[in-house]
């Protein structure tokens, strides 16, 4: 079946890059997003990328895919402290499907 | 871009009692929408799919009869959490795809329920 795994934390300095990463074993997937989640808060979509990508980028958001390795990550360049949230990696087999989530790293920024 | 409206964003309710959550995408309409519950400091699981004017899909371990879903419009689906238990205490979630276009899954802001 469907995983997707991430690392649990992550802490960056403000001003720094962060590299948030995420494994998926269903080779199959079609949609890879990465959602951020502030406290008591619903999901925010940041970015997507299909499977047929290598790489996307938006403004401080560069997601890199490893589709061979199964391997995602969101890069957050010049990292803030409004950064400091739970970002889901999440896959979809299709536009229809639901999503897949990992179990979200928690990123904090220290000032 | 597109939005979904979820209400309430917070109840706390007794035991034994029913709790309506509802879920509205705005500005397109969504033949499918997805109810995905989280635990504390743990993802969203899913629950169920809701389609439009059909039977919702329920996952493997989530009791039908005590959440029921209703998609009775392209705009609207509602989950009800029967007979509510303090287990039952969750973060739940909907979400919906503009299938007119767009990618990526809108989610509401999610309800906290809180059963005492």
């Known amino acids: 079946g469907e995983d997707v795994e991430q690392s649990l934390f992550l802490s960056v300095r403000e001003g720094d890059s962060s590299v948030i990463n995420c494994t998926y074993t269903?080779?199959?997937?079609?949609?890879l997003y990465w959602y951020k989640q502030e406290p008591g808060a619903g999901l925010q979509l940041l970015t997507y990328?299909?499977?047929?990508?290598d790489m996307k980028q938006d403004q401080r958001l560069t997601v890199l895919l490893n589709k061979k390795d199964k391997h995602l990550s969101l890069r957050i360049a010049d990292t803030q402290t409004g950064d400091s949230a739970i970002y889901f990696c999440a896959e979809s087999l299709s536009g229809n499907t639901p999503l897949v989530f990992g179990k979200g790293t928690r990123l904090s920024v220290i000032a | 871009g597109a939005v979904v409206s979820q209400h309430p964003s917070r109840v706390i309710c007794k035991s034994g009692t029913s709790v309506k959550i509802e879920c509205r995408s705005l500005d397109f309409q969504a033949t499918t929408m997805f109810w995905y519950r989280q635990f504390p400091k743990q993802s969203l699981m899913l629950m169920a799919t809701s389609n439009e004017g059909s039977k919702a899909t329920y996952e493997q371990g989530v009791e039908k009869d005590k959440f029921l879903i209703n998609h009775a419009s392209l705009t609207l689906s509602t989950l009800t959490v029967t007979s509510a238990h303090p287990e039952d205490s969750s973060f739940y979630i909907c979400?919906?795809?503009?299938?007119?276009?767009?990618?990526?899954?809108?989610f509401g802001s999610g309800t906290r329920l809180t059963v005492v």
């Open positions: 979400s919906a795809r503009d299938t007119g276009g767009g990618h990526g899954y809108t």
């Open positions: 269903d080779s199959s997937s079609t949609y």
């Open positions: 990328i299909f499977s047929n990508m």
